[in-house]
Structures are given as structure tokens and as C-alpha cells.
């Protein structure tokens, strides 16, 4: 089945204690991405690859890092976390950016909440 | 810089009633656009998407939107509202100046009344 995963599904840690959210896709994705959802904010843009070692800055990038070592997977680092970071997080895929062929679709995984004591 | 309004953070309709979800974009040429829908505690699910030719898009669960580039908007329509399509939409833009990011609205959360 194709799909996009990501763990954990929960996450309730303190102010500062590294921590990593995993993403990982089996559809031989080149292009992945990470978004936060808050309320009122819709979703916005942490980080996206267009391709295995290929990041970019989307709209809200600080506070995070991301690596894109294989294909499948594109991880999340929170270094050093801060309450400001509590929110619900999603990651996606796509064959290519989105706005190539009509059949590029972004799938999304089912979401990480995490909250920052 | 690119921007998508959202016309309305909630939408209430009753069954049968028509649906009209209204997004707006900023850009200063044809951008790529899309309507997401999120139903509680689950992930984004596209329903439709505008890149290029026909300016009438038609999606899943019988929503369609259309392009119109004079009024730099998206609307999302559906003629006959069910209970299950209660859920929060999303407008988004892509493929514009900045790169490939993807733009996202704030969202409206639809009602359906009984």
C-alpha cells in the first residue's frame, strides 16, 4: 500500500531535549516536505528536498534542521525545542513538485503532535 | 509574496444546500492550485487540483472548482451538501516565484446541519 509514515504519532517532551520525528515514504518520492499545523495558521512550510541530499527552506525553517540521506526517508530534528514548537506536524510526498503533470498528487502522512513543556 | 485567503474560518450549510468555499491568491502569474480536505484527527487528502487547460476542475466526492485568473481566485463548490463532507478545506498554492514551496490557507471548517 502506498503510503507515508511517520513516528511517533505523539510526542510530549520538555524545553530542550533533542528530539527527531521520522518520515518515510514508499513510492520512490523525489520530492518530500514537512509542515506545522496551528490553529487559525493553516499549514505552513518547515523544510522540503527535492531530492536524496537536496533541502530547502520553506516558510517557517527556524527551530528545525532536516537531512534527506536516502530517498524513502526525510527525518525532522528539533535540536533544542521550545514550547513555540508545540503544534502538529505533518509530512508529504510527491512524485515531483507539485505543479509538474497533472498527475502529481502530495500525499500526507497521518500527523505528529507534539507538545514542548 | 505569495499569498491564499480564505474567505471565512467557518462555513455552515445545511444538508442538500449548495457548498461555496471561497479562496483568493496573490501572484502575478497563473499559479498551480489545489483544495485539500481534512476530516478529524486524519492527515490532508487532495480533492482537487488546477495546473493548467481547463479552467473547471472537478475532484472527488462531487466538489469542483474553478479558475478564474481576473479575479485571482478558486472557489470550491458543491451542489448538494451530505453530512460527510463535514470537515476543514484547505486552499493551496504552488509553482509560483519563491521557489517550490506550497502556499497554504488558513482553512475553513464546514458544517453540515441536519
Known amino acids: 500500500e502506498a503510503q507515508v509514515t511517520q513516528n511517533p504519532r505523539y510526542l510530549i517532551t520538555v524545553t530542550g531535549k533533542k528530539l527527531t520525528v521520522t518520515c518515510s515514504q514508499n513510492?520512490?518520492?523525489?520530492?518530500m516536505s514537512w509542515y506545522r499545523q496551528d490553529p487559525g495558521l493553516g499549514l505552513r512550510q518547515i523544510y522540503y528536498?527535492?531530492?536524496?541530499?537536496?533541502?530547502d527552506k520553506g516558510d517557517v525553517p527556524e527551530g528545525y534542521k532536516v537531512s534527506r540521506k536516502e530517498k524513502r526517508n526525510f527525518p525532522l530534528i528539533l535540536e533544542s525545542p521550545s514550547p513555540n514548537q508545540t503544534s502538529l506536524y505533518f509530512c508529504?510526498?510527491?512524485?515531483?513538485?507539485?505543479?509538474?503533470?497533472?498527475?502529481?498528487?502530495?500525499?500526507f502522512g497521518p500527523g505528529t503532535r507534539l507538545t514542548v513543556l | 509574496a505569495q499569498s491564499v485567503t480564505q474567505l471565512g474560518s467557518h462555513v455552515s450549510v445545511s444538508e442538500g444546500a449548495l457548498v461555496l468555499l471561497r479562496c483568493n491568491y496573490s501572484?502575478?502569474?497563473?499559479?498551480?492550485l489545489f483544495w485539500y480536505v481534512q476530516y478529524p484527527n486524519q492527515g490532508l487528502q487532495l480533492l482537487l487540483k488546477?495546473?493548467?487547460?481547463?479552467?473547471l476542475v472537478k475532484g472527488i466526492n462531487g466538489f469542483e472548482a474553478e479558475f478564474k485568473k481576473s479575479e485571482t481566485s478558486f472557489h470550491l463548490t458543491k451542489p448538494s451538501a451530505h453530512m460527510s463532507d463535514a470537515a476543514e478545506y484547505f486552499c493551496?498554492?504552488?509553482?509560483?516565484?519563491?521557489?517550490?514551496?506550497?502556499?497554504f490557507g488558513a482553512g475553513t471548517r464546514l458544517f453540515v446541519k441536519a
Open positions: 528536498s527535492m531530492n536524496v541530499e537536496v533541502t
Open positions: 501572484s502575478s502569474v497563473p499559479p498551480y
Open positions: 488546477y495546473t493548467t487547460g481547463a479552467t
Open positions: 513510492m520512490n518520492h523525489e520530492y
Open positions: 493551496a498554492v504552488s509553482g509560483v516565484t519563491g521557489g517550490f514551496k506550497t502556499i
Open positions: 508529504a510526498s510527491s512524485l515531483r513538485p507539485l505543479g509538474g503533470t497533472s498527475t502529481d498528487t502530495q500525499y
